[in-house]
């Protein structure tokens, strides 16, 4: 009865049209790139910040539990599926507005709809010198959704969630709030500092249930004058330690910038190039290159950002000398016509074909893991920017995997000089009988021996929510009483980043 009265009023306020409960609209949405078992009440799509509120006061009213989702984009960790059943999906992908942007002070101010992709052409639109960070996933992912995953791209201002301000976020009770100086109307430095004054808020709703963001300041970098990349392999292992050192040191000098240097094994660039090799593996796997090639390659991809010329062959010459005698080929390229501005990627979709990995069908040209039964368990790791730690943890991954008998898809990015990030994915067929259960036990075991090893994921899919170690201190503690108090119905993505076990 509850939920019958909640979605006529949730009818009464955003249209029939943006209130949706049958089976082919819910059912797609219940479903993930891993098994999933919750179920989805029905989806409400809000197009401007007063019409959340007024959903979030329905769900307070009915009691019903709301679980907000940007434009559904969070593959491999979830996809759109809620952690828990039993609740209503509020999806804010029709507020797509871009609010805000300044050339000069490098920022734009975003919704939650807006995606790479729309972000990209709104710059091209206006001659913009501006950039932004490419992102690994699918170029219609949300800015905003990214960001407070705490997702990471390549390039300046790599770190989105590092670089963002002056969030508009609604509460589970339906109030709003603005964080940092935009909490004063007059305030002409809200777009462009942090921090504010007094207490920061920001922190609070990243990777958390306590509110619905539903604008946001994102900063940008500007174009370089001079752009270069440069890629290297190396063949042999031993030497991967001392590679990864030299890494550190040359981003810790700033002779490349951070978020702007990154490796990936070879069944990592294997996977994006094409499918699983099914005939030279005669229908079995997994596929292992070392046993077929004698070698595991590496492969390291940087980006240099220079103001000039002279800048760019000074940084070159410096990065030859520290990998000297360490890789097996080095290569730079540059990215620059006389009289024009140096060229870069636009966002694309050539990283979805790596989760069609094991798939049998001809990747298709709309691509959509969860609607074409593609497995992909990510596994986000945060390692210290030490050769032997990252030398351990890849150890550790690869050894599980491989006993699984998965191939180990794994990326390292240099997102500062103090630490690493490591992406390992399982890949496989969600239609191979057995496969589901097999690649989540292999991520269960590969989180478990990483966290006992001190690395502890940055991200987790909705399975994982209480797979982490207990608590060393209070903190458990104060998230319940933060949570209580700005939630006291509960009704906010229930289960989601706020490590209920550790609630006394």
Known sequence: MKVSQALEAWVNILGSENVLTSEVEVTPREKAT????????????????QEVQTSVKIANQYKITIYPISCGKNWGLGSRV?????SIIIDLSRMNQIIDYSEKLAYVTVEPGVTFRQLYEYLQQHNSNLLVSEIGGSPEASLIGNALERGDGAGPCGDRSANSCALEVVLPTGEFIQTGFRHFAQAKTASIYKWGVGPCLDGLFSQSNLGIVTQMTLFLAPKPNYFQTFFCTINQLEYLEKLLDNIQ?????G???ENCFCFWNCYKFLAIQGRYPWKIMKGKTPFSLKELKGVEPWLGRGELYSANY???????KIIEKFLAGLVDQLEFQEHNQPGKEPSFTPPNDENIKSTYWRKKIKVPAQRDPDR????????CLILPFEGKDIITALKITEAI???????????????????????????YDREVLGEDERAMECHDETLHALTEAGYIPYRLGIQSMDALPPFQDDSGQLIKTIKKGLDPNDILAPGRYDFRREWN
């Open 34 to 49: 891993f098994a999933t078992t919750q179920k989805i009440i029905g989806v409400i799509k809000p197009s401007n910040r």
């Open 82 to 86: 809620p952690v828990q059943s039993n």
């Open 249 to 253: 040191n040359l981003i810790s000098q």
């Open 255 to 257: 002779v490349i910038n």
């Open 310 to 316: 002279d800048l760019g062959l000074a940084k070159q």
């Open 372 to 379: 074409d039964n593609c497995g992909v368990i990510w596994l």
């Open 401 to 427: 995997f491989k006993h699984y008998q998965f191939e180990p898809n794994i990326a390292l990015n240099c997102q500062t000089s103090r630490h690493i990030n490591l992406f390992a994915a399982i890949m």
